[in-house]
């Protein structure tokens, strides 16, 4: 029996010190996870946390022959989609940032010096984080699932407990709104798309 | 294949999961569809740019112990809560997402 099984079977027992190994063993991973979800750190250590809290609870339900980091994963995400609470905003790297000597603008003194093109695909990108925050919460967890956390689509229908069918339709959904709102975003900013840059490029080279 | 079952499968397609056969048909739709060829491109780049923004993050310092922390804290709620009740409900109310209020009296 592998250090998980064991740490698991011992906090099935009602042990809190083998489940604060398990805690410290999955806890980057799925704070990780829950910042890509929430978009901040606070929301994410807030999130985090109560799923370490519910899985205690729900640990006896536990099969020990299941992947424990698949069930964290499905308890963090199903906390997410069905635990509204209001989100903090999230930090846009145009915002100032505090430090001990002040407020600096992030990027600003490396901008300064960047081409036209590596500007405009950092803003494409911001764009995107932008519209991924957009998105309803189903599609966003399918994205930070496979884009993010690089899940294949067999771990996916695992987590979220559906057929492999539901997810390749909802991550094709999902992308699709994606491009939607990102094209939309850069579009009202006046950005080019990747594929116009390049176009652009090849007519000026 | 037509372009609205093209745009079904197209994150499948990215993603290397269509058989071969349902590649081999949206290449050969692609080959003559520009308007497909341009959604997927795009879709491509916003996933690629999806995947630049990940972060691989450390929990906070100090992590773990808040989580047993709010687990004994819930604990000796469900403790206070047991005076009085049936040990069943003092167990469901000590796992509960947000502490039950002791009733008045």
Known sequence: ?205 | MNCPEVRQLCAAYLDGELTPAEAAALDAHLAKCESCAAELELEREVAAALREGAVSLAAPEGFARSVTAALAARQRGRLLLTRGRPPVNARRAGCRSFPARPSPG
């Not at chain 1, 027992?13 to 890509?36: C, M, N, P, S, W």
């Not at chain 1, 846009?92 to 600096?104: A, F, I, M, N, Q």
């Not at chain 1, 559906?162 to 699709?176: D, E």
């Open chain 1, 1 to 205: 029996m592998d250090d998980v099984k064991k740490l698991v079977q011992q906090a099935q027992r009602g042990d809190i010190g083998a489940f604060e190994q398990l805690v410290r063993l999955y806890q980057d991973k799925i704070y990780t996870l829950t910042f890509h979800l929430t978009g901040n750190q606070a929301d994410a250590e807030d999130l985090a946390q109560e799923a370490f809290v519910k899985a205690f609870c729900a640990l006896k339900g536990f099969r020990n022959e299941a992947d424990f980091g698949t069930w964290m994963h499905r308890i963090t995400v199903n906390l997410w989609i069905n635990v509204r609470r209001r989100e903090k905003p999230t930090v846009s790297l145009d915002e100032p940032v505090r430090t001990g000597e002040g407020e600096v603008q992030r990027e600003l003194a490396a901008a300064a010096e960047e081409p036209q093109e590596v500007l405009e695909r950092k803003e494409f990108q911001r764009f995107v984080q932008r519209a991924l925050r957009e998105l309803s919460r189903e599609h966003r967890v399918v994205l930070v699932l496979r884009e993010m956390q690089g899940f294949s689509y067999e771990d996916i229908a695992r987590v979220l407990g559906c057929s492999l069918g539901t997810v390749k339709s909802r991550i094709n959904r999902a992308r699709a709104a994606l491009k939607e709102k990102a094209r939309d975003l850069a579009g009202e900013a006046g950005v080019a798309l990747p594929r116009e840059r390049r176009r652009r490029g090849g007519e000026n080279g």
